[in-house]
């Protein structure tokens, strides 16, 4: 970890006068530096990166001389570039805008027009670099944000290489960013990770997992080891079981071109969901240095096992058309450039277990789904019945389970659910919940996840990236359960199961809970 008011190198971080002395948020600030980014047209860098380097910028935690190259094919000058950043702020930013700060970032921009395989524009590129050193200040030290399809990701790294854009000279460090998917299988991501790692060492890849940087995320390491309430329950002793959801409420929007044949799972429960399940699980570890962090991590995805019989034990389904929110909405099938006889699943349910001491005999459910009835991302750990009850059986008959809920988005906070006598002359006990809310307890607000994340790159500190081998054993869990339903959809050509729009996930996903003698929960 960085320690605050310095950069990453241990050097005196210079004072940015834009900086609000009363954010105390987050008060690490980057040394001289500048990213460049591939992918500027796309949906995530406008959505998300771009806006998050202006709020970084607003929060005072960038350098002054912070430099931002985009590098895409259209031809642009660099005053409709910054038109693009401009806008993308104005959209998505969730600072106020603030003229002067625009002003002083938008001095630092540039752009590169180029494809991936133009040797001429990558010189461009290098040139563009060295002159943003001697102009801004940039010190040599650059991250390259790779916002662009994974299919890519060997190309741009091996350009970079070729053009001598991997080292920036003495003292400065140079990093690169790849965001999720990484790989579509076990397979693949090796060979992605023996390309990235062919050209740059481990301490200078940071893959993104957007969740990780998410504020709620954070938490649960924090509620579970800072406290004495939760871990003397964490066990198999009193956890029955713990369900992961993920739901999401829009379709796959103008994703196709990536999201067909990815799917639910490759998508989100091979990174996103186990990321989850691995910090509600591992032990405490050591430090929340990377090495520390990630050996725990690491531990518990080597633990997790499937269910031997996957039919049972696994769920999956498309989105139907039909009515969502008041509104009429298209399936899976009828959206753009989706093929209309794919079976790309929209849901997915997996059981898995954790076979350690800890978690012996406790199944952990994970669901993701788009088109569901609403945007939540929850962790419920849900404990067994009191072992005895020493009331009527009426007077229990309207108490389920106790359960501690993390609330990751969009009502974030935590829940504690537990068993209250109902007031009035009779035993009554009935489910009640004791509610934590960020926005009742703190006044400070969270930052975005890739603002954080961003900010991580640039002090070049690691906790919250993954490395290969989580990336690795995430894959070793999902593998055979995508081949299973590729095994399944070779054997029938009925397509997969449906699920009205609104609801939650397709029937056989209640089934595979009701076999376990369980429900899902309806957050
Ligand atoms: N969007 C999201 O919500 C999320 C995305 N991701 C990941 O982020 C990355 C980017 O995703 P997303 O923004 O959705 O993708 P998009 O398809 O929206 O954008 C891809 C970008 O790559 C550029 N590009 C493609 N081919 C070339 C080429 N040959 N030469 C130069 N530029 C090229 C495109 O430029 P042009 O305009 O010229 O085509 C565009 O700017 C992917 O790895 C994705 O998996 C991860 C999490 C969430
Ligand atoms: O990684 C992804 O995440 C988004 C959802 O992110 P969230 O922060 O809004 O929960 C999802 O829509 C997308 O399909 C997936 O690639």
Not at 377 to 394: D, G, M, N, Q
Request: net charge negative.
């Amino acid at each position: 970890m960085t320690v605050a008011g310095t950069t990453a190198g241990g050097t005196p971080a210079p004072v940015n006068p834009l900086r609000d002395p009363a954010d105390r948020r987050l008060p690490r600030i980057a040394g001289p530096c500048g990213l460049v980014l591939f992918g500027v047209t796309g949906d995530l860098a406008r959505k998300k990166v771009m806006p998050a380097i202006y709020d970084l910028a607003n929060r005072g935690l960038l350098p002054p001389g912070f430099s931002l190259v985009g590098y895409a094919r259209r031809d642009w000058a660099d005053q409709d570039f910054a038109q693009i950043v401009h806008d993308s702020v104005r959209a998505h930013a969730r600072t106020e805008f603030r003229e002067e700060v625009w002003k002083q970032l938008a001095e630092g921009f540039r752009f590169v027009q180029g494809d991936f395989g133009d040797d001429v524009q990558f010189d461009a590129l290098r040139r563009t670099i060295e002159e943003l050193d001697v102009s801004r200040g940039t010190g040599g030290n650059h991250a390259f944000y790779l916002s662009i399809p994974p299919k890519f990701f060997g190309d741009v790294i091996g350009q970079l290489q070729e053009h001598g854009l991997t080292d920036g000279g003495d003292g400065s460090w140079r990093r690169v960013v790849v965001e999720k998917p990484f790989g579509h299988d076990l397979e693949s991501a090796r060979e992605l990770n023996a390309v990235i790692n062919d050209v740059f060492p481990p301490e200078s890849v940071f893959r993104i997992d957007h969740y990780l940087g998410k504020e709620t995320v954070q938490n649960i390491l924090a509620m579970r080891f800072a406290n004495n309430l939760f871990e003397p329950i964490w066990n198999s002793h009193y956890v029955d079981h713990v369900q992961i959801t993920m739901a999401e409420d829009i379709g796959i929007g103008g994703r196709a071109g990536y999201y067909d044949g990815i799917g639910a799972a490759r998508d989100v429960i091979q990174n996103h969901l186990l990321q989850l399940l691995a910090l509600v699980a591992m032990e405490e570890p050591l430090s929340f240095d990377a090495a520390n962090l990630r050996a725990e991590k690491e531990k518990v995805l080597s633990s997790v096992v499937l269910p031997r019989r996957l039919d049972l034990h696994t769920a999956r389904g498309q989105y139907a058309a039909g009515w969502a929110g008041g509104e009429k909405v298209i399936g899976y099938l009828d959206e753009d450039d989706i093929d209309a006889s794919s079976t790309t699943e929209t849901f997915a349910a997996i059981r898995v277990d954790v076979e350690t001491r800890r978690w012996a005999g406790v199944p952990f459910y994970l669901r993701h789904g788009k088109r569901l009835g609403r945007r939540v991302t929850e962790i419920a750990v849900v404990l067994k019945r009191a072992p005895h009850l020493p009331f009527t059986e009426t007077a229990t008959e309207d108490l389920t389970q106790n359960a501690i809920v993390f609330r990751i988005q969009p009502d974030e906070g935590a829940t504690i659910r537990f068993g209250s006598k109902v007031p009035g002359g009779a035993m009554e006990i009935r489910d009640v919940n004791m509610d934590f809310a960020y926005g009742g307890s703190f006044t400070e607000s969270s930052p975005e996840a890739y603002e954080r994340l961003i900010l991580d790159v640039l002090l070049g500190d690691p906790p919250l990236f993954p490395q290969n081998a989580e990336v690795e054993l995430s894959w070793k869990i999902l593998d055979p359960v995508i081949a299973h339903w590729a095994r399944q959809d070779a054997g029938s050509s009925d397509g997969i199961d449906q699920y009205a729009p609104g609801q939650w996930g397709p029937a056989s996903a209640d089934a595979m809970l009701s076999r376990d003698g369980r429900a899902w929960r309806r957050p």
